[in-house]
T-cell receptor, first 114, second 111 residues
Framework: EAGVTQSPTHLIKTRGQQATLRCSPI?????VYWYQQALGLGLQFLLW???????NRGNFPPRFSGRQFPNYSSELNVNALELEDSALYLC?????????????FGSGTQLSVL | TQLLEQSPQFLSIQEGENLTVYCNSS?????LQWYRQEPGEGPVLLVT?????EVKKLKRLTFQFGDARKDSSLHITAAQTGDTGLYLC???????????FGPGTSLSVIP
């Protein structure tokens, strides 16, 4: 069974540009979570999508947005990139929200903003 | 927003030694989880503890959930170089709409 896949692996952008990160959950998983892991700051919760709807959002500005497609894959968009957006962006999936309390993570997209 | 603290932040030990890392919060969580993350990879779930006072063992790793469900510990017996990594504790909020992560303990096991 394929795990959570994220693309691209690495992404280099300049300040002010837009970045699009993609995530494919494990087959059968309907929930997708996005986290930002900046150096020294741990994983910060960004967004939760389930059944195509945004269910919860972390304490990030509106220029962080995303969506979930009918096949449950998800996209994270970051507009007007700032230097401090440089981080590892991790996607996780679960089969039924958090009620089974298991998250399966992808390997992440390393975003560098120059 | 509930917060999780972990200690120590960094730990470097010799192979064969024992160690304990701690995860603390002022808030109650539905459950606490422990993950291990290796460089260039996403975190991998090791265990979930749900009941206050619960103890779970995974080979040389022993996980304990505090009686008040606010803290947890991870004890590793006879550490091996393969145990090297970032150990993250995470709390599932009682509203089941978010998992909060601690900052992690970076463990280095030296041969």
């Amino acid at each position: 069974e394929a795990g959570v896949t994220q693309s691209p692996t690495h992404l280099i952008k300049t300040r002010g540009q837009q970045a699009t990160l993609r995530c494919s959950p494990i087959s059968g998983h309907t929930s997708v979570y996005w986290y930002q892991q900046a150096l020294g700051l741990g994983l910060q919760f960004l967004l939760w999508y389930d059944e195509g709807e945004e269910r919860n959002r972390g304490n990030f500005p509106p220029r962080f947005s995303g969506r979930q497609f009918p096949n449950y894959s998800s996209e994270l968009n970051v507009n007007a990139l700032e230097l401090e957006d440089s981080a590892l962006y991790l996607c996780a999936s679960s089969p039924d929200g958090l009620y089974n309390e298991k998250l399966f993570f992808g390997s992440g997209t390393q975003l560098s903003v120059l | 927003t509930q917060l999780l603290e972990q200690s120590p932040q960094f730990l470097s030990i010799q192979e064969g030694e024992n160690l304990t890392v701690y995860c603390n919060s002022s808030s109650v969580f539905s459950s606490l989880q422990w993950y291990r993350q290796e460089p260039g990879e996403g975190p991998v779930l090791l265990v979930t503890v749900v009941t206050g006072g619960e103890v779970k063992k995974l080979k040389r790793l022993t996980f304990q959930f505090g009686d008040a469900r606010k803290d947890s510990s991870l004890h590793i017996t006879a550490a091996q170089t393969g145990d090297t990594g970032l150990y993250l504790c995470a709390g599932v909020e009682t509203s089941y709409d978010k998992v909060i992560f601690g900052p992690g303990t970076s463990l280095s096991v030296i041969p």
